[in-house]
Each structure stands twice: as structure tokens, then as C-alpha cells.
């Protein structure tokens, strides 16, 4: 029997729809703008799909108290042991002592629900003494610990009791979340950590593109894009977070954020830095709209990393005929597919179902490029 340590981070991913772009410090803020927990939703989904698989008889849980791991695998019928108890509201030194609970009693792998912020207080913990594999459940996810989507976890778990993957080191990455909501984007390594080979099903750590040639590359993808608005001047276009759509923003001459929603309507921007019930609120006086994304390097996510904003709610009201890819030939040929993570496993589906879309690399240049759920 394989014992798995598990534990979930109650507040990952809890500022994202509403725009704080992590929950580091600002919880409380999060949950008076309305915010919803989002970790326990995948810690049930992934435990709903293990447990259909026949391997989950042949794992043994020890876990937290309550929300921290407790609640959802009684939810899933999984039995279990708490190793540590908690007290409400959880916070990082929950992590870690959970942690030390965890090692105490020999586990052989920790997965957890959380975000890059989570993986670092377990890392800081366990090192390289055990595997770790997360369930992405946080607004950021640069660390190479995570699964694709939470059954990619349930998948990645069946193989580790069958003895078919193999432990290689991981990176551990975050951003500096007060950087970030001011518009900067620091991305550091502060550990390596073990994790389960899956190329398939665990995701790499992000790649920054910065040749001289992506300079030219972004300049014609934002031609194209000011070409098209003016020639849409109904259409509500909202530009997601990164550089390459970052340098169409730069051409309104006024506003824009590096790493945010903002909406543009006829080559000018009415709204920057949204919520997501701010782009509802949008989509309500603007019912013609397009969303342009770009993926980040080598993981291939256009959604579900970085712009929670665009919840299942936005995404289904503008249509997924209606989102737009772009991103530079170098970083395309760094990036095998295109990913989606949307929240919503139907609208995963039908993302995965076109098999592949068309990527905007220059100007009035594309090419089609796999996409997978």
C-alpha cells in the first residue's frame, strides 16, 4: 500500500476571479469582493476520479483536519488518517507543520490542492525527501509539480501504485505577487523539489522568450490586431495578460496593464486590470465581443494560469469561436500544444474537441497549432 500525505490549501486561488491576482496577504479582501473557495472544488474532482479507478484501493490517506484534506476525501468516501489538526483560517505554517506530520509517518508521496505558493511552504519542508505532485488550484502555477488538470492527478497516481513513473527533480517557481499587482512580472526559482515523470500529464515550468527577433514578431502580431479592430469598431475585444498582447496595449498611448484583463473597443481602451465582474459587466452593454490570448512558454496554458478572470461564465457568454490565440514563432516552436484548465470539464472538452486552432504569429500570419484539454 502506497501512503500518500494529502493536503489542500483552503484559500488557493481564491483572488483570482475577482482580480487580485493571488491571494498571498489579501484573503480577507478577496473573500469582502465576493470570492468563492476554488480548492475543495478540485481536490473533489480529483479524488472523484480516482476513486473510479481500481488503484485507489491501494492507497492508504493521511491527511489534515476539516477543510485541509479531511472534508473532501469523506466527501469522496476515501478512508483515511489525520495526522494533523488545524485550526480555521489555515495558514502557511498549517502547510509546514503538516508537512513534518507527513514525514513523521513515512508517506511516499504528498499531493496537494494549491498553487505556487503552497508548493513552496511544502518544498521548504520535504526538499527532495519525497515526491510532490500538486492539483492546480491556485491563480499562478509556474512550478513544474503540477498536474495538467486535477484527473490529470488522479491519472499520475494510478501509475505511481502500478510502479510505472519514475522521480526526477522539479522546479519551484513563484511570482512576487506584490510585484505583480503593481505590473511587474518576477518570476524566481526558490527550490527544486521531487516530482513523478509524466510528460503528458505534468506540466513544465515556464519559459521566458526574450530573442530579438520576438521584438519584430510582437510588433507584427500587434498590427494585425489594430488592423482588425479598426475594422470591427462594434466589437469588444479583451486582451489578456503577457507581453506579446502587452505591446498592443502600449499602442492605445494610455493605460493597459502587463498582467491583467483590458478591454478595447475601435483601437481604444475603455477598461483596464478587470474582474471577472467587471467583464460580465462588460459583455452585458458589449454583446459582440472577441478574447485574445497568449500562451505561457512551453506550458501551452491560455487559460486557467494567470487569468482566472475569464471564468467558465465569461467564457461561455463570448463563445470559444470567438477566442483568438497569438503568440511568437520562437515561443510556438517552444510550446507542443495549447491547454486549457477553465474550471468547467465540459467547456474543457469542447476546447479539446477542436483539436487544433489557428495562432496568430505575425502580422496577417498564422499557423494551426494542436490544442488539448
Not at 7 to 18: Q, Y
Not at 174 to 182: F, G, P
Not at 201 to 210: N, P, S, V, Y
Amino acid at each position: 500500500m502506497a501512503r500518500i500525505g494529502f493536503l489542500v490549501n483552503p484559500v488557493a486561488g481564491l483572488g483570482g476571479r475577482v482580480g487580485l491576482k493571488g491571494t498571498d496577504g489579501v484573503a480577507d479582501e478577496a473573500v469582502r469582493r465576493g470570492a468563492t473557495p476554488v480548492a475543495p472544488a478540485k481536490a473533489a474532482e480529483m479524488l472523484r476520479a480516482l476513486a473510479a479507478k481500481p488503484q485507489a484501493r491501494l492507497l492508504t490517506w493521511l491527511t489534515c483536519s476539516g477543510p485541509m484534506g479531511e472534508d473532501a476525501l469523506n466527501a469522496a468516501g476515501l478512508g483515511h488518517d489525520v495526522v494533523y489538526r488545524c485550526q480555521p483560517p489555515t495558514t502557511e505554517e498549517d502547510t509546514r507543520k503538516a508537512c513534518r506530520a507527513f514525514l513523521g509517518r513515512g508517506v511516499d508521496l504528498i499531493v496537494f490542492v494549491g498553487g505556487d505558493g503552497t508548493a513552496r511552504d511544502i518544498a521548504s519542508i520535504v526538499g527532495s525527501v519525497v515526491p510532490i505532485v500538486g492539483v492546480p488550484s491556485g491563480v499562478k502555477m509556474h512550478s513544474a509539480v503540477f498536474g495538467l488538470h486535477p484527473e490529470s492527478v488522479a491519472a499520475i497516481l494510478a501509475d505511481f501504485v502500478g510502479g510505472h513513473t519514475a522521480t526526477v527533480d522539479a522546479e519551484i517557481l513563484d511570482l512576487d505577487e506584490d510585484k505583480y499587482r503593481e505590473g511587474e512580472w518576477v518570476v524566481r526559482l526558490y527550490a527544486t523539489a521531487k516530482t513523478l515523470h509524466e510528460p503528458t500529464l505534468i506540466q513544465t515550468g515556464k519559459l521566458m522568450f526574450e530573442a530579438a527577433t520576438e521584438e519584430d514578431a510582437r510588433d507584427g502580431i500587434a498590427e494585425y490586431l489594430l488592423e482588425e479592430m479598426d475594422q470591427a469598431p462594434d466589437t469588444l475585444y479583451l486582451l489578456g495578460p503577457g507581453g506579446t498582447l502587452h505591446r498592443v496595449k502600449q499602442r492605445f498611448g494610455a493605460g493597459g496593464t502587463l498582467l491583467g484583463i483590458d478591454a478595447a473597443k475601435g483601437k481604444t481602451l475603455v477598461a483596464a486590470d478587470l474582474d471577472e465582474a467587471a467583464i460580465l459587466r462588460l459583455l452585458d452593454a458589449h454583446p459582440v465581443a472577441k478574447l485574445v490570448l497568449s500562451p505561457i512558454g512551453a506550458q501551452g496554458f491560455i487559460l486557467g494560469r494567470g487569468n482566472l478572470e475569464l471564468s467558465p461564465a465569461v467564457l461561455r457568454r463570448i463563445g470559444l469561436r470567438n477566442v483568438v490565440v497569438v503568440a511568437t514563432p520562437d515561443k510556438l516552436r517552444h510550446t507542443p500544444d495549447l491547454r486549457v484548465d477553465t474550471g468547467d470539464l465540459e467547456l474543457d472538452r469542447e476546447f479539446a474537441q477542436k483539436e487544433y486552432l489557428f495562432v496568430v504569429q505575425g502580422y496577417r500570419e498564422m499557423k494551426v497549432h494542436p490544442i488539448r484539454g
